[in-house]
């Protein structure tokens, strides 16, 4: 079990260009979930998938985010022409979905966007 | 939407005090998380809490949950430098669903 992993780490980019970002979540996990995170606030719900399909997007998430998980493994999450107020901490989480409450949710150490 | 408020925001104290931090909201939880994150780094679980009035201990950590499941409370005994962190709850407000507070920014001075 190597963890959830994300990739780029850092991603630093010109405002207008598009940037996509990569999770690999733990590898039996059927749940994956993206948050943004800003300096100085709790993680934010972004989207969140059950195996292949994406069962809830936040009224927050304009057109210009898009995300997959095309087999239910890995997901990718992209901007579309980048704003500077994209720049953020973008956070994936996966978990295995029980009968009970109290999942536990295991997250990457995010990829870190910068727009200029 | 849900209300999830975490005090102190921010908290420096010295090696070896003790200190509580706070979780409230204006609704019931369904489960409440606590995590610890540190700089550049995503959100560690600690604990989940799911019983009215449990009361769960990790080492020098302790977690309480409300009797009426609206808050939650983080008490560290004897805090030391590797406690630094921001101190994050979340509160699960539909079947396996999470919404967080903004935190409690810990620093803990040798």
């Known amino acids: 079990d190597t963890g959830v992993s994300q990739n780029p780490r850092h991603k630093i980019t010109k405002r207008g260009q598009n940037v996509t970002f990569r999770c690999d979540p733990i590898?039996?996990?059927?749940?994956l979930y993206w948050y943004r995170q800003t300096l100085g606030q709790g993680p934010e719900f972004l989207t969140y998938f059950q195996n292949e399909a994406q069962l809830e997007k936040s009224r927050l998430l304009s057109d210009r985010f898009s995300a997959e998980r095309p087999k239910g493994s890995f997901s990718t999450l992209e901007i579309q022409r980048t704003e500077q107020g994209d720049s953020a901490m973008y956070l994936c989480a996966s978990s295995l979905i029980g009968a009970q409450y109290g999942e536990k949710l295991f997250f990457g150490s995010g990829t870190q966007l910068s727009v200029l | 939407t849900q209300l999830l408020e975490q005090s102190p925001q921010f908290l420096s104290i010295q090696e070896g005090e003790n200190l509580t931090v706070y979780c409230n909201s204006s609704?019931?939880?369904?489960?409440l998380q606590w995590y610890r994150q540190e700089p550049g780094e995503g959100p560690v679980l600690l604990v989940t809490?799911?019983?009215?009035?449990e009361v769960k201990k990790l080492k020098r950590l302790t977690f309480q949950f409300g009797d009426a499941r609206k808050d939650s409370s983080l008490h560290i005994t004897a805090a030391q430098p590797g406690d630094t962190g921001l101190y994050l709850c979340a509160e699960e407000y539909n079947f396996n669903k999470f919404y967080f507070g903004s935190g409690t920014k810990l620093n803990v001075k040798p």
């Open positions: 609704s019931v939880f369904s489960s």
């Open positions: 590898s039996e996990h059927n749940r």
């Open positions: 809490v799911v019983t009215g009035g």
